[in-house]
């Protein structure tokens, strides 16, 4: 059996609309049988500002269409006519809720075509922050989740724990959201005094709301019922819709990049790669709150493990005359949404010929959203495309 | 079972109800983290407007505005922000060079008018301006090397008995480095007084493109090797990286482009533009740095020129006061040499009012320029000066360099804190090592070491090579013992400056010190010597309450028209203000004669 | 008769402002679960003055128009034919002339109305959750009128009159302890009628409607957002009034009312939303059940 | 909705009845926006008073500002406390918050939403990027300055602005409302044209109506 | 290790630059008409089937465009970036979205951003990102896009640009 069937309207599915020739599918809108609704770009249903453009047959959607650049800044020109350390607080805009990964990327491609190496404690300290991103990446999102099946409840609670852990940013580099942390060559200032200590305060809130979220959120009748058996992703989906990352997983792959190819400080790290078979939208959400619960651990690991005081900048070339020999190179990071990317092109000259970002996101909220919409039932479409999460600005940056 | 539990177990939400609420009481008026990246401050009386802050913001926000009265060092402009681009990514925190630009850690700013929101910190006054908290640089982030790229030198045992140049130049992975360092500021171009594109010529090493460097130096600089090496490098001093850090390097890298250019290129390189040759004739007295600059500048405009030397080789004060060590004359008949080939005429030992006269001059030629420096040393006039053993410092330095012999004693003592009294000191020195394998020299001066206006690196290279400086007293008393020296006595100087700035030096005469010395050497200043002009043409000429000569200041003309002055004699000492007045006034000459000519 | 009318005007004065503070609480209540403070309790009162203070409003032809009104008239009308306190002239209203079928058609006429008026603004969100409103209410009245017939057959009356009558004297009379099954049928079946998870996905923002609601605003707005005090109050009292014994003054009116209330927050709070097919799978399975077993137990075990 | 959608077209019923459609009249107002004088009295304060206690948001994120503004409705900083409350729904909403840049893309639906909501309704701007273009200064694809397009009420800025901030700006907001300075839905009917030829010059493909409320 | 694949790869579809970064990472350059064959050989049966990105990179100077593919395989945990070089004029590439259903995704945004063309992939003439875009694709090097931006929008007074060497030129000696 089908297991889109099993859940779902019994096998009762008689919107499909027939093939043309061509292979596109039969609409014939004037025939009142189906009728275009837009979700978004102005609606809360929807991650960010993008549009999901849905045919539907009484409620059953027989085709979507995503429709992103609403948000389209053209970053990866704007980096071509900037220096290279011009870009570094250009980059963290490309992905507002974890910007980290963006700094940390670039930076890093910087340095190999530079041959700059980083100092260990600035290894650490970026760790640090790339962990403290995807802490309040994943609160965030178990906010949004939550709320997208109207459970407002989690989601105040998991966005005063998002704002916890952003006052630890705040404290530790000087902004709330775009931190601008990691630059070329190191990160910019070291932990303050008593950092730590205040760190591990709010780790310990944060367990334990999570353990409230633990028994509010994932042992819930009416949640499981919403969440579990929708949203399948077929494992055999992952390589031909370039999935990655926690819907990878969940799906029963096992590629994390920080396990996989290890950057920062992660090979000293003891941590676990959860996966999960199930693939459905209760299994991603379980398997992000299991990570979530390991991104805390790895907190108190690196808090544990880092160095007092060090160097925590490399003695870089003046960056106004930074200029950085022809050659390309392809940077990642494992980000809440899973493999980021940073692609970069030099010439010789003090401007990158080009920087190319991979977002998640690009594949899972275009090509492959518009897969799993089909023939979801349209009170599910939020569900489903919060559970990819998905965040627009790295599709069209 | 499951299904129950399921049901009852999202209840434990209540349990919430009963605890406080977590929101901030009064969201308003909180405190951001102390190292917040909020609204710009800046403290203006530290700003120099090098405007690093501008070229790294990647927004444009940041503009140069005028604001201040422009002084050394500070070109007067401070840097409006523009919070309608402004991203608090606080790189131009990171980059000021002075330090003085900071963010505060206020983050309120709500308007109903788009307009309003450029100010410049520091200026407009805004409610932040008090807040100590925010951020700043960290301690250990720098975007740009604060180290001076060291130069490889010889070693006090290598050179201290011998002439060779101690600084050997930079390599080019040493120049490139060094080059990287420059912000591109450009506030050093105002203080060098010859307003050297320091910037570009910096921009063309990194370039790796050393023959545009030589362009551009020679557009306001014909004697690049020689300024390469002696320049007091005004530039440097106030250089903005040298705010927090060393300052560049900046006259190590004219010699290292002057360097790598050879001779034989010269011509090449410099001389593209086709000069069309006229028939004015200027005649030049004195081939020091002024006359060569006018000369050079000159000619490039067509002149036919003239130059009378009283010595037997050109160079002037470069030459014979200078020691080899500094300057080595290959490298000074180099520029020297770039310049006559371009058609200029030399006279060598030809003395002004001996071989040949005033009228004569002014008979053959439009336009006569007078550089004849300051080569008459000054003397302290303390009882015992008359003594044959008691020198001038200038007149020791023209010995040297012409290879004449010296009575070099075994104990010598300078009176002077000059860069001139190093020179001689160090010299002295080299020769006593020579003789006596020993240095026994001993400098003294007014200034103590605080205020010593020799160069800094002078006065510790001296010590390396064994002399001694011992600055802070006031010459009193050569002594003398049977015609023979015996020593100089000198009280403790106080201080040198009166509270108006003027010369003034107060003594303290209970503290004596006494130094042993066989030879006096002199160095606390020269003079010119002006009587070749003859009575005839120095009436005419206007001068000032102290007798100076009054000249134009922009073109250094004279109230003879047809006579220009420049050189030491005019500004100065210094090589650099030589060439430079020798520049403008070779533009001076050329605006004088085109306007009498229409 | 007149002075009926004017009872029944301070009443339903006296109601609705009861219910707008109740709504002030309760967003109170789901606030401090959240861990914040929320809104003043009075802010409802703002809201509607800022709505009637709109200077512009866009209508959609005249069933746009009649829709609020409609849903308005449905709240005010369940409220107007049923006791509020038993014994109390003031608070009596029609109730002698009503009868709990009369109760029945007005729950569903508010929203029919609505339905015809969001259907007019055609917008296709308002489209679609009509049609999930309609859904959903039909499969909540099934359980409800289920234990609605239990009741009745219980007393022997369909006057809502006499089933409060009938509870009197005591605790014990109540329905809840006289016929609790038709009493968790019911109760169960009410949550779907008070807008409140798991089942408001009609007005869910998330799940592409807003709701009918999506074109109404201003005054159209004001008369939804009265309609959001009375009805659920107006409901409330129904249930008081069917299972909990009624009440003889208004302060025992106000907290039972609360309290019926309060079990819809109970529950939404905890939960989020169905879907509507599994709300109405939801209602047409365990509540019906009790529903039926109500009837039955009435039928063969009361009489 | 593409450019096609506008114009006037003949279908059939599905009772088979045909009859035709113009899109323009039947789902568009074609009336230009018309200023109301607020008339100034005793009661126009009051309901300044009520408007400005009863701030409606339209919940739609346009920039990157849209990340502040939960913190904002959840508990750390709780705007409910100030009346400032959630709308899905343009009809609904007074405020609309630009947070952030605007690309053209997202303008063109901003426009349409701004003009749906009714008068009086407030504009506010956050962050740099709606005062003089911001990080964006140079980008191909996004609007500089926002009082071109539409009559904004009050900048706040930052990049992005914290929650406090933009708290700070409501409250601004709130005291230009109670003394009647927030007009901007009269200012926009007032210099409508000059309004819309700013948004026509930017907006490259303008498939829409230009009356749609 | 990527010296066999290389073999490999060499016995089939011929590679014009090798350009290895690391352990992990390595570039070739292959010829235009058998990029996706060798793309495709990669895929099937070396095992890179995981598609990291495809981008283009203007080389405006040389007349270029550069296309990368970028593989990775999974499981020996390496990335080879095939990169294909074609004509800046009229640049039409082969499409290769019958190997990933994504790829789609990438050649519509490179046919918008880069004006190069994927005949057959589908909706690759639909608009992705831009709106009624009718100038100069924005990516390519060509297309400047700050005098854009400065021509199209209003701007409120942007910086004077005070060049401090030059403001003291003016302020301490004008006249030299």
Not at chain 1, 116 to 134: C, G, N, Q, Y
Not at chain 3, 197 to 212: K, N, R, T
Not at chain 4, 123 to 147: E, Q
């Amino acid at each position: 059996m089908n297991k889109f069937e099993k859940f779902s309207f019994d096998g009762d599915r008689t919107a499909y609309p027939n093939k043309k020739a061509d292979g596109s599918l039969d609409i014939d809108l004037s025939s009142h049988k189906y009728i275009k609704v837009w979700q978004g770009p102005n609606h809360p249903g929807i991650t960010g500002n993008m549009a999901v453009e849905l045919t539907v047959c009484g409620d059953e959607v027989v085709e979507a269409k995503t429709h992103v650049g609403y948000l389209h800044r053209g970053f990866e020109k704007l980096m071509e006519r900037r220096r290279y350390i011009q870009n570094c607080p250009l980059v963290c805009r490309v992905s507002v809720p974890e910007p980290d990964y963006n700094e940390f990327n670039y930076s890093t491609c910087v340095e190999n075509l530079a041959g700059i190496s980083v100092p260990d404690k600035a290894l650490w300290l970026r760790t640090l922050a790339l962990e403290m991103a995807r802490l309040q990446g994943y609160l965030m999102w178990i906010g949004g989740a939550a709320g997208t099946l109207g459970f407002g409840t989690v989601g105040q609670w998991s966005n005063y724990l998002r704002d916890l852990v952003l006052d630890r940013f705040e404290e530790l580099t000087g902004g709330r959201i775009y931190h601008i942390y990691i630059l070329i060559g190191g990160v910019r200032n070291d932990i303050p005094v008593g950092f730590k200590q205040r760190m591990l305060d709010n780790l310990r809130e944060i367990e334990g709301f999570m353990k409230d979220i633990r028994k509010v959120l994932f042992d819930n009748y009416v949640f499981k019922k919403r969440t579990i058996g929708l949203g399948i992703i077929e494992p055999e989906w992952i390589y031909p819709y370039g999935i990655v990352g926690p819907n990878a997983r969940a799906a029963g792959s096992l590629n994390d990049v920080r396990k996989d190819y290890p950057y920062g400080k992660y090979s000293e790290l003891d941590f676990e790669v959860k996966t999960s078979k199930q693939s459905d939208i209760y299994a991603r959400a379980y398997l992000r709150y299991e990570e979530l619960l390991t991104d805390i651990d790895l907190i108190k690991q690196i808090l544990d493990k880092m160095p007092d005081g060090g160097e925590f900048m490399a003695n870089i070339p003046n960056v106004f005359n930074l200029e950085i020999p022809a050659g390309e190179t392809y940077v990642r990071s494992e980000c809440t949404r899973g493999e980021y990317g940073y692609y970069m092109v030099s010439d010789g000259s003090g401007f990158p010929r080009r920087v190319n970002v991979r977002g998640p996101s690009y594949t899972h909220a275009v090509a492959l959203l518009e897969r799993m919409l089909i023939n979801a039932n349209i009170a599910d479409v939020a569900q489903i495309m919060v559970s990819l999460h998905t965040y627009p600005p790295e599709i069209e940056r | 079972m499951g299904i129950i539990k399921d049901i009852v177990s999202p209840f434990a939400v209540w349990k919430h109800f009963f605890k406080e609420p977590v929101t901030i009481k009064d969201p308003l008026n909180r405190i951001a983290a102390p190292r917040y990246r909020g609204f710009h401050q800046n403290d203006i009386s530290q700003c120099i407007g090098c405007g690093t802050c501008e070229a790294i913001c990647e927004n444009e926000a940041i503009d140069l505005v005028a604001v201040a009265q422009t002084k050394n060092g500070d070109s007067g402009l401070r840097p409006r922000v523009d919070y309608g681009r402004c991203c608090w990514c606080a790189l131009c925190v990171d980059v000021c060079t002075t330090g003085s630009l900071k963010l505060s850690n206020a983050y309120t700013w709500v308007d109903t008018d788009g307009d309003n929101f450029r100010f410049t910190p520091g200026i407009d006054l805004k409610p932040w301006d008090s807040l100590k908290d925010g951020y700043t640089k960290a301690k250990g982030l720098e975007l740009y090397p604060l180290e001076r790229m060291p130069m490889q030198h010889l070693h006090a045992h290598q050179r201290d008995n011998s002439f060779i140049e101690i600084m050997k130049g930079y390599s080019k992975e040493e120049a490139m480095a060094e080059a990287d360092r420059c912000v591109s500021c450009g506030i050093c171009v105002a203080a060098c007084p010859a307003h050297m594109g320091i910037p570009e010529y910096i921009k063309a090493i990194r370039e790796d493109n050393l023959e545009k460097g030589l362009q551009i130096m020679y557009q306001t600089n014909p004697l690049v090797e020689i300024c390469g090496r002696i320049c007091t490098h005004k530039c440097e001093t106030v250089c903005s990286v040298g705010h927090r850090g060393e300052p560049l390097s900046i006259r190590w890298l004219k010699r290292y482009i002057a360097d790598q250019v050879p001779a034989t290129d010269y011509y090449r390189v410099l001389n593209q533009d086709k000069v069309e040759k006229n028939s004015r004739k200027v005649a030049i007295v004195g081939a020091g740095p002024a006359g060569l600059s006018a000369a050079y500048y000159l000619s490039k405009l067509g002149y036919q020129i003239t130059i009378f030397e009283k010595l037997a080789q050109a160079g002037g004060m470069m030459r014979y006061g200078i020691p080899e060590y500094r300057l080595p004359y290959d490298q000074l008949d180099k520029d020297i040499n770039y310049i006559l080939s371009l058609g200029v005429e030399i006279n060598y030992n030809t003395t002004i009012g001996t071989n040949v006269t005033m009228d004569e001059l002014h008979a053959n030629f439009d336009i006569v320029y007078v550089a004849t420096g300051l080569h008459e040393g000054r003397s302290t006039r303390i009882p015992g000066t008359e003594h044959a053993n008691v020198y001038q410092a200038i007149e020791l330095l023209r010995k040297i360099t012409e290879n004449k012999p010296i009575e070099v004693a075994e104990k010598i003592v300078v009176i002077g804190g000059g860069n001139v009294a190093m020179d001689i000191t160090r010299s002295l020195a080299r020769l006593q090592k020579q003789k006596y394998g020993k240095v026994q020299t001993i400098a003294t001066s007014l200034e103590t070491e605080d205020i010593m206006p020799a160069d800094r690196e002078e006065v510790i290279e001296a010590r390396e090579e064994g002399a001694i400086i011992n600055p802070g007293w006031g010459p009193r008393e050569i002594k003398i013992l049977n015609n023979k020296i015996q020593g100089l006595k000198v009280v403790q100087c106080i201080s040198v400056f009166d509270e108006n700035k003027r010369f003034n030096p107060k003594f303290d005469e209970s503290v004596e010190n006494f130094f042993e010395a066989d030879m006096i050497v002199e160095s606390i200043g020269q003079g010119m010597n002006l009587s070749f002009l003859t009575e005839k043409y120095a009436e005419q000429l206007e001068k000032d309450s102290r007798g100076r000569i009054l000249v134009d200041t922009l073109t250094y003309q004279s109230s003879l028209p047809w006579l220009f002055f420049g050189g030491d004699i005019i500004e100065g000492p210094d090589v650099i203000h030589s060439v430079a007045n020798g520049h403008k006034a070779a533009k001076g000459i050329d605006n004088y004669l085109n306007s009498i000519q229409k | 008769m007149g002075e009926k009318i004017l009872y029944a005007f301070i009443s339903v004065f006296l109601t609705i402002n009861y219910g707008f503070l109740l709504n002030g609480l309760i967003r109170k209540i789901y606030a401090r679960v959240g861990r914040r403070h929320g809104i003043p309790f009075y802010q409802m009162y703002i809201d509607l003055l800022k709505s009637l203070a709109l200077r512009t409003n866009i209508r959609h032809g005249v069933m746009f128009y009649l829709g609020p009104v409609f849903r308005f008239t449905g709240g005010i009308g369940l409220f107007l034919f049923m006791p509020v306190i038993f014994g109390s002239e003031l608070f009596a209203n029609f109730s002698f002339s009503g009868d709990l079928l009369l109760l029945l058609s007005f729950q569903f006429f508010g929203t029919l109305g609505m339905a015809l008026g969001a259907s007019e603004s055609g917008h296709p969100n308002s489209a679609i959750g009509v049609t999930r409103g309609l859904a959903q209410m039909t499969a909540v009245e099934v359980p409800f009128v289920m234990a609605l017939m239990a009741i009745a057959v219980q007393y022997q009356s369909i006057s809502l009159h006499e089933i409060v009558a009938a509870q009197q004297g005591g605790i014990t009379n109540w329905t809840l302890f006289t016929n609790p099954l038709a009493v968790v049928a019911g109760m169960l079946a009410v949550l779907g009628s008070f807008m409140r998870p798991p089942f408001d996905v009609v007005l869910a923002p998330q799940e592409i409607p807003i709701g009918p609601p999506t074109e109404y605003h201003s005054n159209y707005m004001v008369y939804l957002q009265s309609n959001r005090a009375i009805y659920p109050l107006a409901k409330s009292i129904l249930i008081m009034n069917l299972f909990f014994g009624g009440a003889t003054s208004f302060g025992e009116m106000m907290l039972k009312t609360f309290l019926v209330i309060m079990w819809s927050v109970f529950v939404g709070v905890s939960f989020p939303r169905f879907r509507v097919e599994q709300s109405i799978r939801w209602f047409l399975g365990i509540p019906l059940i009790i529903g039926v077993l109500a009837i039955v137990y009435v039928q063969f075990f009361l009489n | 909705m593409s450019l096609e959608d506008l114009y006037r077209k003949t279908t059939i019923s599905p009772d088979g009845e045909e009859f035709e459609i113009n899109p323009i009249e039947d789902y568009f107002c074609t009336d230009k926006p018309e200023e109301v004088k607020p008339v100034q009295n005793i009661l126009e304060k009051f309901y300044n008073w009520a408007r400005s206690e009863s701030i409606w948001i339209l919940g739609f994120g346009t920039g990157c500002g849209a990340i502040e503004m939960r913190p904002l409705m959840t508990p750390r900083f709780d705007a409910y406390r100030y009346g400032i409350q959630w709308r899905p729904t343009p009809r609904q909403a007074n405020l609309l918050i630009i947070s952030g840049y605007l690309s053209t893309k997202t303008l063109k639906r901003v426009i349409r939403v701004y003009e749906q909501m009714q008068n009086p309704k407030y504009v506010m701007a956050l962050g740099s990027c709606t005062i003089n273009g911001g990080m964006y200064f140079d980008s191909y694809n996004t609007i500089k300055r926002l009082d071109y397009y539409l009559p904004v009420d009050v900048y706040v800025a930052g990049c992005m602005p914290r929650p406090e901030a933009l708290l700070a700006g409501v409250v601004k907001l709130k005291t230009l409302i109670k003394t009647g300075m927030a007009e901007g839905a009269n200012d926009y009917a007032n210099r409508f044209d000059w309004y819309k030829t700013n948004q026509k010059a930017v907006i490259l493909n303008w498939d829409m109506p230009d009356y749609n409320w | 290790m990527f010296q066999k694949i290389i073999e490999k790869i060499n016995l089939k579809y011929p590679i014009d630059v090798v350009s290895k970064k690391s352990d992990k990472l390595m570039f070739l350059t292959v010829h235009k008409n058998t990029a996706v064959n060798t793309v495709q050989y990669l895929k099937d049966d070396l095992g890179f089937k995981h598609l990291v990105l495809l981008t283009a990179v203007d080389f405006l100077e040389q007349g270029k465009f550069q296309l990368t593919y970028l593989l990775n395989n999974p499981d020996i945990k390496i990335d080879i970036g095939v990169r294909v070089l074609i004509e800046r004029e009229s640049a039409t590439m082969e499409s290769a979205h019958s190997l990933w259903p994504t790829i789609a995704t990438y050649q519509r945004e490179l046919r918008e951003m880069f004006g190069i063309d994927f005949p057959d992939s589908p909706g690759v003439n639909d608009e992705f990102i831009l709106e009624g875009w009718n100038n100069t694709p924005p990516y390519r090097r060509d297309f400047d896009t700050k005098a854009f931006a400065a021509n199209f929008y209003h701007q409120r007074n942007s910086r004077e640009n005070n060049d401090p060497s030059a403001h003291m030129k003016k302020n301490l000696y004008p006249n030299e």
